[in-house]
């Protein structure tokens, strides 16, 4: 009989400094005509969005970042270099405090794999083996790091995490999904490019998996792509940090490729859109939420979860499904669940998802 591997819980933090309202005054006084500031004031009013949280400290004054003496606050931004740095401290630290989150859930001990997921900064030895040393684990634990994946990256830490569960029915991996998308503010006068930084937050969330029966039970995972649309999502490694490339066809793209049967059905496991009573879609903006909505034809209270993680954190790339996640193992049971993001490719991977029995 096959093991079921298990999210058996999730712990969640995010930094203390809440950005959102200082970005969007920062962004709207570089817009170099009236006509595209009414057009951003309109979105950002309907982006859905009330918090973004960052690493970056508050200024001495109680500024922002991009305030007088913040880190942006130069004609010149910072590099990557000093950006990378920033991310060394930044990163392992905030993984810590999530996953000091989730200890106050379940037990950590016996820890024999540990799997990390990050797209906004590199270091090494890597944040997993930082992570790792910091916790005290084993040198003997393995360890995966999943890089540059995106927003998607949850779905393939916590599928591979099911796929060593099932291996080895007495593993207990520990998953951490970090992301420090502050890091990569980018001065620019374009509209597409200020609304995307307008939708991303640093945040980072820890799941333990194993085969013990409690959270929620994972199903087969899934993956699909959509075709001719490698560049509506990308980051581009600057001198000045990573340069996220969001296109306005994202939500467009998304919703006709979910209007065709077979990328639907590829996109949703196979499953009968309307028989699945659990949704956990990654937050990645109002417009994408409501693609999929839509498309699908979901009930108006579908996605309310990761509605209210786009209001109260934004899109934190990889950790924001396991925010979605988090949320919903709090909620009522679910019998028929399906996880689902979008990232870089453009591609839609998931995974079905039930609670234990």
Not at 159 to 177: Q, T
Not at 269 to 292: E, F, K, N, T
């Amino acid at each position: 009989m096959p093991i079921n591997a298990h999210i058996t819980a999730i712990g969640a933090a995010v930094p203390d400094h809440d950005i959102h309202a200082a970005f969007i005054a920062w962004a709207r006084a570089r817009l170099p005509d009236p006509r595209s500031a009414r057009v951003f004031d309109r979105m950002a009013s309907r982006a859905a969005i009330q918090h973004r949280w960052s690493i970056l400290p508050v200024g001495a004054d109680g500024g922002s970042p991009v305030d007088v003496g913040g880190f942006y606050a130069r004609d010149i931004l910072p590099g990557t270099a000093e950006r990378m740095k920033l991310y060394a401290e930044a990163a392992p630290a905030l993984a810590l405090t999530a996953i000091a989150a989730l200890g106050e859930k379940v037990a950590l001990d016996g820890v024999t794999h540990l799997v990390v997921a990050s797209c906004t900064g590199f270091v090494a030895p890597g944040i997993d083996q930082i992570i790792a040393a910091r916790l005290g684990l084993a040198p003997s634990v393995e360890r995966l790091l999943v890089g540059f994946m995106g927003c998607y990256a949850a779905v393939a830490a916590l599928r591979s995490a099911r796929h060593i569960v099932r291996s080895e029915p007495d593993a207990r991996v520990l998953v951490v999904c970090v992301e420090l998308s502050t890091l990569h503010l980018q001065d620019s006068p374009a509209l597409e490019p200020l609304l995307a930084m307008l939708q991303f937050g640093d945040g980072a969330a820890a799941a333990l998996v194993s085969a013990e029966p409690a959270g929620f039970a994972l199903g087969a995972p899934f993956a699909t792509t959509l075709p001719d649309s490698a560049e509506l999502i990308r980051w581009d490694i600057t001198d000045q940090g990573f340069a996220m490339h969001l296109s306005g066809e994202v939500p467009g793209r998304i919703a006709a490729g979910l209007a065709d049967p077979v990328f639907a059905a590829a996109a949703t496991g196979g499953q009968d859109p309307q028989g699945i009573d659990g949704w956990a879609v990654h937050a990645g903006g109002r417009s994408i939420l409501d693609a999929v909505e839509t498309a699908l034809s979901l009930r108006h209270d579908a996605l309310a979860t990761s509605r209210g993680v786009l209001a109260d954190v934004g899109n934190m790339s990889s950790a924001t499904l396991m925010f979605v996640l988090a949320r919903l193992l709090d909620g009522p049971k679910i019998d028929n669940g399906v996880a689902l993001a979008f990232g870089p490719g453009l591609a839609a991977e998931g995974f079905a998802f039930r609670s234990a029995e």
